[in-house]
């Protein structure tokens, strides 16, 4: 039995995940954490030091998931990330504490099946063309950007190479801005809007033809359930950080 702690429990996606959590069989759900719920626990810390916990679930925010990583893994707890607003920077300082500590942590922008795939197709289509960018889709009163599934997939394509550029962004006449941002050597664009959840499109270009990939999320946090849940059944049986959830669907057999 696994026993589970989530952050942000009573959130958008963090209910859904304590509620399956729940309901399987081979995990328990200890504790959660939440700010405006008292029957919860008001800080990570908090949790852990009440109650025994294998894997910390953390569906918080921007401002508070890299302090509550760091309690959990303080603790030799594993930790399974679901939030955005982690730098590359901050997931290096990730795993060589979770390698120090012989614990894992599972990340992902996005616990979504489909936006998995996004990933892997990306980065196959990434090695037979040279020119791409990232647009990056979300509510409008999200508060960082990129998106964590945005600033995954640029990280995850700079692994294959640096996409090529038309015009240098020190030659761009005007304001560069507009050119986006650069995210681990891909302009990425982010779009803040009502009606969006979060969307992520990477727009592949050749000569004469284009090629887009697109991951849409519904209104509710569904899509997201299933691979919080292998996540959660994974980061026990590793150590150090592992970063998208396309590392954990299999051998990639596209060569």
Known sequence: ?????????????????????????????????????????????????AVGVDVLVDFTHAEVVRGNVHAALERSVNVVVGSSGL????????????RERHVGVIAAGNFSL???????????????????????????????????????????LDGVRRPALGVPLDEILGASEARGATVAGTQVH????????????????????????????????APYVAGTLLAIRAAPQHVGLIRGLDQLLGPDLSG
């Open 1 to 49: 039995m696994i026993r589970v702690c989530v952050a942000g429990v009573t959130g958008w996606t963090g209910r859904a995940i304590a509620a399956a959590v729940e309901a399987a069989s081979d995990l328990e759900l200890v504790a959660g954490v939440s700010r405006s719920d008292p029957a919860s626990y008001s800080s990570v810390a908090e949790a852990l030091e």
């Open 87 to 98: 730098s590359a920077a901050d997931y290096d300082e990730i795993d060589l504490v979770a």
């Open 114 to 156: 489909t936006a998995a795939l996004l990933l892997r197709a990306a980065v196959d289509a990434a090695r037979h063309l040279d020119a791409w960018e990232v647009i990056d889709y979300a509510s409008a009163g999200k508060p960082d950007a990129p998106s964590g599934t945005a600033r995954e997939l640029a990280e995850r």
């Open 190 to 221: 982010s779009v803040r809007l009502p009606s969006f959840v979060v969307s992520t499109e990477v727009v592949f270009a050749a000569a004469g033809e284009r090629l887009s990939i697109r991951h849409d999320a519904g209104e509710t946090p």
